[in-house]
């Protein structure tokens, strides 16, 4: 059976985006310092040069360290954001080669969007020139509506074709298919995706507003800080685009990254749960809980949201949340254990008692009576049985 990536609302994308961001800030940070540096370093250099030829040359080094130091950052953030789900760290060396393996692809991609997006451009203001022309000629004036309708146009196009880097990097596909691919991906998806893109746009703006009143370097941090934000979240919607339509699974994505997941997801969960029972032991709830959380997506992610490794994951954070007095919050998570291990296990299975067992106590101290007494009811009658 196929493992697969939960599907994402808007508010679950907006909260992933922002713990992978945190979660692997300092790695996600160098891969963008390293991408950035060239770029900014030759962009510096020509403003500061009064000599025509030199300018020209510095500027067309510019416009090399662009075409190819730009899609070679963004594959390599791509990679790094896509491992992170397998590995507890990011390897940076090891995302930057995956993408300079198929850098040649990423350039390609890039530059077929652009002259696609810029012929379709010409073509759409040429037409909407003349028929304003034509129609002006009769009378009648809609040359306040030509810009409008060029925008739309533009940001239908720019969501159309951008997926390609992901679909280059991960899928191998050529140049030519990556664009085609992304528009496949796109079809009949184009408003939520045009939604949360603008989100993230409007997010990564006020950073870049806010740090580039810096003077000298506020616009290149700006730079470094929200770009690999961005990738994040367009990369969360092309694995959702790629669930919607195909049953993305953590086992294709393996696969596409040449990661044996069999031997490393396992161990995401496992190491984090043992974190966590050190924290808790020596009664660092924040930090227990926050371990919890990531072995519990961990799992999920790779084994789906019913397996019985979830189920003690689930059953650990609602402990530990008991042990802080928050009933409230372990209720539903013992709820949900219990689903699982009935569906898993059948409804008379030992471990249905214990956390019939668990439940109860949970209940009593809530001050619910009657049903710590159901569940404790249950428990003794599954005992008898065995």
Known sequence: MKKVFG??????????TCEIYRKNFSSLIAIAAIGEAPIFLMGSI???????????????????????????????LIHAVSEQFFWQTINIGLSYYFAWKRLSTLIGSTILVILAFGGIAIITLGLAVAISFLLGSMGINIGYIIPVILMFLIFYFVI????????????????????????????????????????????ISLVNAILGRIPGIGEIIGSILSTPFLVIGHILIYYDLRLRKEGYSVETLSEELNIKSDLKITKVWEDLSNEASTFYEQGKFPEADRRLQEALKAAEFALGPEHLEVSKILRNLAGLFEAQGQYTEAEPLYKRVLNIREKALGPDHPDVANICENMGKCYRNMGKKGEAEKLEARARQIRSKH
Do not use: Q
């Not at 025509?52 to 070679?72: E, H, K």
């Open 7 to 16: 599907p994402m609302n808007f508010k679950a994308h907006l909260r992933e």
């Open 160 to 203: 159309s074709g951008a997926f390609v880097w992901e679909v280059a990097l991960l899928e191998g596909l050529s140049s030519k298919a990556a664009v085609s691919r992304s528009y496949t991906l796109v079809r009949k998806n184009w408003w939520w995706i045009s939604g949360r893109m603008f989100v993230l746009g409007i997010i």
């Open 46 to 76: 020509g403003g500061k040069i009064e000599s025509t030829d030199v300018s020209i040359a510095v500027g067309f080094l510019f416009l090399c360290c662009v075409i190819v130091a730009g899609p070679l950052m963004i594959g390599a």
